[in-house]
């Protein structure tokens, strides 16, 4: 039963990753061409912040992609340790710590990267919503980050208690 589990959580790993790695091949391309046209716009009628700001777009776009299939990776490993039934073992708590960073990571770029664009753009056409909306994907991985920082001390208290077991039998 938990080999079924962990087969269908890695498809759905593995199609995350191709999905985000197809738009950033094809779809992010676009985007920033998109993004340079109506930014240079932003630039006349706001300010020439905004110009400059098209350059961190694609910086902050591509590098958030990083720590995300770093990320993936990780959660692969865990799997396998799921399958092999090592999941009570240090090395899975240092992959929730490794997927923490990669969250957290993720929003720094994201909200370093995108959002002063998305702020230009908001201005531009006077949608404050826009920032709301980038805001809550900004802080998405926060959430993951989080869930995995609780997963992580948990998992070590059940290691430690394990380990106080296995010392009194």
């Not at 199609?15 to 779809?27: A, H, N, P, Q, T």
């Amino acid at each position: 039963m938990l080999s079924k589990a962990t087969f269908f959580m890695r498809a759905v790993v593995l199609f995350i990753g191709i999905v985000v790695l197809i738009f950033s091949i094809f779809l992010f391309p676009e985007i920033l061409r998109e993004t340079a046209i109506i930014a240079a716009e932003a630039a006349l009628q706001i300010s020439p912040w905004c110009a400059f700001i098209n350059f961190t777009f694609p910086i902050g776009l591509y590098a958030a992609a990083i720590p995300f299939f770093i990320a993936l990776y990780q959660t692969l490993k865990l799997l396998s340790y799921i399958d092999k039934k090592k999941a009570f073992s240090e090395l899975s708590v240092k992959i929730l710590k490794n997927i923490k960073y990669c969250a957290l990571a993720i929003c720094a770029l994201y909200m370093a990267g995108v959002m002063p664009i998305i702020y230009c753009f908001a201005k531009l056409d006077d949608a404050p919503g826009l920032v709301l909306i980038g805001l809550v994907i900004g802080f998405t991985p926060i959430v993951i980050a989080t869930f995995a920082a609780i997963l992580q001390k948990l998992l070590q208290e059940a290691i430690d208690i394990k380990s106080e077991n296995d010392l009194t039998i």
